[in-house]
């Protein structure tokens, strides 16, 4: 074990309730689990790699009800996913430099946050929509796959704020592309860990963290949005990523502490 046995349980308690809150909303809580990591773990290929693996749980799940529901067609998402799939490969293959990574990693968090609370305002509450030109969705998938790659992160949490803002389609679509878009992209990111010789699972922590993440993810995906706040349970979660985006950036990247 990398970790006390004190710290994996407090970690644990933190990624159940991440994944219970984040599935609920369509999300698998990749940035709140980079947030979480970084405070007890010093390898960035650890924190990456967990990150991805419990990502993977999480939307494994809620990809599975959304389109056995009938929420999610697979022709709707290609466009964003053709592209995001071999750029988020290319992303975890980078080699980063631990104080690049971190920079990287507090930046990305900031935006998380940012993007978070944003959606809070911007989330449509009706069904309107409004067309886009196709090369739209291929030029987001690629960015937004890109910098899923580079932190460790599915993308859905950049990815459902930009489609509800441009209102794409309806809400629970969104989240559906947004617990999809995630899925493929941190199998393509441990693709790119794997090939790369970066992937770094500590098997315990890993096997609590994917066993903790399952269950949280479960019930998190079966709580109606009408019995819970998704803007409050967003605004909370994003003063938290903020704060710990801050302090990575500080602390770890730009070492001014």
């Not at 999300?27 to 979480?36: M, Q, R």
Request: charged share 10%; hydrophobic share 55%; glycine share 12%.
């Amino acid at each position: 074990m990398q970790i006390p046995v004190e710290e994996l349980i407090l970690l644990c308690l933190g990624f159940f309730v991440v994944a219970t809150l984040y599935s609920a909303v369509g999300f698998g809580g990749g940035s709140s689990y980079l947030a979480l990591l970084t405070l007890f773990f010093s390898s960035f290929f650890a924190i990456r790699s967990i990150a991805l693996i419990c990502n993977l749980v999480v939307v494994s799940g809620s990809t599975y009800l959304y389109f056995k529901n009938g929420h999610a067609r697979l022709k709707d998402f290609l466009p964003f996913i053709v592209t995001s799939i071999p750029f988020a490969f290319i992303g975890a293959s980078f080699r980063l430099k631990e104080q690049v990574f971190f920079i990287i990693l507090g930046g990305a968090l900031i935006l998380s946050a940012i993007f978070l609370a944003l959606q809070t305002f911007t989330l449509q509450t009706g069904d309107e929509t409004k067309a886009h030109p196709t090369y739209f969705s291929y030029l987001l998938g690629s960015g937004i796959g890109l910098l899923s790659g580079l932190v460790g992160i599915g993308g859905g949490i950049f990815l459902a704020p930009i489609l509800n803002h441009l209102q794409w389609d309806k809400a629970l679509k969104i989240a559906a592309l947004a617990s999809f878009f995630i899925l493929v992209n941190s199998i393509s990111g441990l693709g790119g860990l794997l090939l790369n010789g970066t992937l770094s699972l500590p098997w315990i922590e890993t096997l609590c963290l994917a066993g903790t993440v399952f269950l949280g993810g479960q019930l998190g995906i079966r709580i109606s949005l009408k019995r819970l706040s998704a803007k409050g349970i967003k605004r909370v979660t994003a003063v938290l990523v903020l704060i710990v985006g801050i302090r990575v950036l500080l602390v770890n990247g730009l070492a001014f502490f």
